[in-house]
């Protein structure tokens, strides 16, 4: 996702902003990241960990979306997915919810075990109806289901996690799949097989 985030930040037009040595350069400033879950944790928090960084020369916001206030879990959500009663599971807590999100100029994605749920239906909504005022829609990995099941993908080229292609081709019948891929830029919707992929196509300008 490293990648990814920067190619966003370099070629996108989101706002003329100073830097801090006082050059002005044209970035997305706003991200938002949606939560559900059962989410894998490393594609959210390594795309932070990029954004961390390059917040040290842009005035960047990140925001944590979720249908509600409350924390959200990695835990899965059926039993059977955790036969061994672990608990190694923690929570994030949002800073908005899907029905009062703030302004964004790039949404991420993650994928994770959550992204087969049959219970998404605030969070495709919430991509459908974000997706048309974005810069950038960047999925990772799985999370390329939601936003199939959205509609945004729809007509275009995108691609996922390949252990998991059946499952979530399935649920964009009408996408334009690329099964080789490690990641695909189609317009201002890249997708990825996984986080580190993805990072790669976030922030640097493509590749």
């Not at 916001?61 to 409350?70: C, G, H, K, Q, Y």
């Not at 190694?88 to 749920?117: A, E, F, K, M, Q």
Request: with cysteine.
């Amino acid at each position: 996702m490293s990648l990814l985030l920067s190619s966003a930040m370099a070629s996108a037009a989101s706002a003329d902003v100073e830097t801090r040595d006082g050059e002005s350069s044209a970035v997305p400033l706003n991200y938002g990241i949606l939560l559900f879950r059962a989410y894998t944790p490393v594609d959210i928090f390594a795309p932070v960990d990029i954004l961390q960084m390059h917040a040290r020369a842009y005035p960047l916001n990140l925001a944590f979306i979720a249908r509600t206030m409350d924390p959200v879990t990695t835990e899965p959500a059926s039993a059977a997915m955790n036969p061994l009663n672990s608990s190694v599971w923690y929570t994030v807590p949002p800073t908005h919810t899907v029905d009062n999100p703030p302004p964004l100029d790039v949404l991420i994605v993650p994928g994770g075990p959550g992204t087969r749920s049959p219970d998404l239906g605030p969070e495709i909504d919430f991509v459908r109806r974000t997706q048309p005022g974005l810069k950038y829609l960047l999925t990772i990995c799985t999370g390329a289901g939601i936003a199939a099941q959205a509609g945004v993908l729809d007509g275009r080229r995108a691609t996922t996690n390949k252990n998991a292609w059946a499952t979530i081709t399935a649920q964009g019948p009408k996408v334009r799949w690329v099964s080789p891929a490690r990641w695909v830029e189609d317009g201002n919707i890249w997708s990825s097989s996984g986080v580190s992929h993805c990072s790669h196509l976030t922030m640097s300008g493509g590749g």
